[in-house]
C-alpha cells in the first residue's frame, strides 16, 4: 500500500465537507504541536521559518510557544496563533478560497490592539499572492514551502518521523504541495488516457449513458445517470476504481452488504492493486472484462439501496 492510501488524513478529510481551509490548518497544528513537545529542535525550526525569523527560539524554549487554531476575537477568527511571552503572530491560512471583506486589515488592527509588543501577519496560501486589494499582511508564504521544510525535517525518534509524513503526504495528496517530476510521466499519462477509455468501452457494453465526462486537479471520471453517479478515480488515491451514487436522503449503513455509505453517498472501490485482483498482469482484454463487471454489479446494486426511515 502507498503511503498516500495509508493517510489517515486523506480519509478523514473526505469526511470534512467544505471543511478545506480549517482540515488543513488543524492538521498543520497538529504536527507542528507535536515537533514542539517531542522534538524540540524540528519545531522551533518550523516556527521561525513560518514566520521569518520573527519567533527565533532555542530548541530549550520550544515549551514557550503555543501555537492554536481557530481563536475567535472581535475582529474574526484567524486559522492559525502562534503566541509565546513577548510575541502574537496570525496565520491566515487559504487553500482555495478567497480572502474575506478587509479580513487582513481586521486581523492586522486585532494585532496592534492586543497588548503585545511583537506581532506579526502572515499569509499562508496554496496559489501565489497577486492583485490582492486587502494585503495587510506582513508576510506572505506559500503552503509548499512549508511541506518542503517539514520533508526535510531531521527527527530522532520514528514516530516524529511518521506524523510528519502523515501531513507531507497529505498535503500532497490534496495537491497544495508537490515531487519533482519523474519520467514515468510519459507512461503514466498514457495509462491514464487508457483507463478512462475502458471505463467508456465497458459503459457503452453495459448500455449505460454517459452524462458528462469531467476532470479537475483531484479527480477524472463519468457522471451518470443525470449526475447522480460517478464511475471514475482521485488522483490521491490512483489504485482505486471508484463508483459513487449520490441520493436526497441518509443511506442506512447497516442495510449496506457492497461498498461503503457515507451518508448521502454510497461508494464501491475495486482496488487494482489487489493481489487477489491481478489487474496489471491481465491482458487488455480481461482488464475490460474487469471493468466492466465491476460497473455492472456497482450500477445494479445502487437501485438496491436502503435509506434511513
Excluded at 514542539?36 to 530548541?59: M, Q
Excluded at 492554536?68 to 496565520?91: C, E, F, S, W
Excluded at 496592534?112 to 492583485?131: A, I
Aim: aromatic residues 12%.
Amino acid at each position: 500500500m502507498s503511503a498516500e492510501n495509508n493517510n489517515l488524513l486523506l480519509k478523514l478529510h473526505n469526511l470534512a465537507h467544505r471543511q478545506e481551509e480549517n482540515f488543513i490548518s488543524d492538521a498543520f497544528v497538529h504536527t507542528a504541536s507535536y515537533l514542539l513537545e517531542n522534538e524540540p529542535k524540528c519545531g522551533v525550526e518550523i516556527v521561525r521559518l513560518l514566520t521569518n525569523s520573527f519567533v527565533d527560539h532555542k530548541a530549550q524554549q520550544a515549551d514557550q510557544i503555543q501555537i492554536t487554531t481557530q481563536v475567535t476575537n472581535k475582529y474574526g477568527r484567524p486559522d492559525i496563533v502562534i503566541k509565546t511571552l513577548t510575541h502574537l503572530v496570525y496565520v491566515e491560512v487559504k487553500a482555495e478560497s478567497g480572502l474575506g471583506h478587509k479580513q487582513l486589515t481586521r486581523y492586522k488592527n486585532d494585532l496592534l490592539q492586543s497588548g503585545f509588543s511583537n506581532t506579526l501577519l502572515v499569509l499562508l496560501t496554496r496559489y501565489p499572492v497577486e492583485n490582492i486589494n486587502d494585503n495587510s499582511s506582513d508576510f506572505s508564504i506559500r503552503w509548499y514551502q512549508v511541506v518542503d521544510w517539514l520533508e526535510q525535517s531531521v527527527c530522532s525518534d520514528k514516530v516524529s518521523r511518521y506524523v510528519v509524513n502523515q501531513f507531507v503526504n497529505f498535503a500532497k495528496g490534496r495537491g497544495i504541495a508537490m515531487d519533482k517530476v519523474e519520467w514515468q510521466l510519459i507512461e503514466g499519462s498514457k495509462s491514464l488516457i487508457n483507463m478512462l477509455s475502458m471505463i467508456n468501452e465497458a459503459l457503452a457494453a453495459l448500455k449505460i449513458k454517459i452524462y458528462q465526462r469531467r476532470g479537475t486537479v483531484d479527480w477524472n471520471g463519468f457522471y451518470l445517470d443525470s449526475g447522480k453517479c460517478f464511475i471514475g478515480f482521485y488522483y490521491s488515491e490512483p489504485n482505486f476504481l471508484q463508483f459513487e451514487a449520490y441520493y436526497k436522503q441518509e443511506i442506512n449503513p447497516d442495510e449496506i452488504k457492497l461498498g461503503e455509505a457515507n451518508g448521502e453517498q454510497w461508494i464501491n472501490k475495486l482496488d487494482l492493486l489487489s493481489e487477489d485482483l491481478y489487474f496489471f498482469s491481465r491482458s487488455k482484454v480481461s482488464q475490460l472484462k474487469c471493468i466492466e463487471q465491476f460497473i455492472k454489479e456497482s450500477w445494479n446494486y445502487k437501485n438496491k439501496i436502503k435509506f434511513n426511515k
